[in-house]
């Protein structure tokens, strides 16, 4: 089975801080994506990549950055957290073509 | 652009009970389409899928018929259980495979004893 984990489950930062996600696959896919997941707005993209060092901007990238190194290893920056980033955050993976995305447990992040 | 739109809910049933979420999509070409679930506390999972119109996708008692001529993808369940408690995406992956898929807003079904 695909496994995908992400570092914390839960995460609490100050407004300002450098906040970095980490999310680790163990199944070589190609694939990786980081979402955020809000009540009422369902799942939203905000980065992708396809291959390493490879990466490509989604619906709402603002406030984000991303690095792939590694091909197991997909890391979501947020270089000043703020008060409006608040929320679960979903990495998926897939293999070769975008579709049947496997997903790790989230990261809920509160900025405070 | 494409689009997926999804009932909203909270959808509350008895145990038992029929389920039809519904689901339908605007896309140019044949897309995949998807039923995803997130039970409390997890990440997403795929549930079913159906790549061509007529398919019809199943898993643990759902199922859902991939109906080109309405743009719809239902999901539907004969008899649901408390453990089907969860939210569930319908979602769109177009023809070609190479952008990622497009997620409804989710519905959440709550299944009471």
């Known amino acids: 089975d695909v496994k995908v984990t992400q570092s914390s489950r839960y995460l609490v930062k100050r407004t300002g801080e450098k906040v970095f996600l980490e999310c680790v696959q163990d199944m070589d896919h190609e694939n990786m994506f980081w979402y955020r997941q809000d009540p009422g707005l369902g799942l939203r993209l905000i980065y992708f990549s396809y291959d390493v060092k490879m990466k490509e901007k989604g619906d709402i990238p603002e406030g984000y950055s991303v690095s792939r190194e590694k091909k197991e290893r997909f890391s979501l920056i947020l270089e000043s957290a703020s008060t409006n980033q608040t929320s679960m955050y979903l990495c998926?993976?897939?293999?070769?073509?975008?579709?049947?995305?496997?997903f790790g447990p989230g990261t809920r992040l509160t900025v405070t | 652009g494409d689009s997926v739109t999804q009932m909203e809910g909270p959808v509350t049933l008895s145990e038992e009970a029929f389920l039809t979420i519904n689901c339908t999509y605007t896309a140019t070409g044949y897309p995949s389409l998807f039923w995803y679930v997130q039970y409390p506390g997890e990440g997403l999972q795929l549930l079913l899928k159906a790549t061509k119109a007529d398919d019809k996708g199943s898993n643990k008692g759902f199922e859902a018929t991939y109906r080109k001529e309405t743009t719809s993808f239902h999901l539907e369940k004969g008899s649901v259980q408390v453990s089907d408690s969860a939210v569930y995406f319908c979602?769109?992956?177009?023809?070609?495979?190479?952008?990622?898929?497009?997620f409804g807003k989710g519905t959440r079904l709550s299944v009471i004893a």
């Open positions: 998926a993976t897939s293999r070769t073509g975008l579709h049947e995305q496997y």
């Open positions: 979602a769109l992956g177009s023809p070609s495979g190479n952008t990622p898929l497009v």
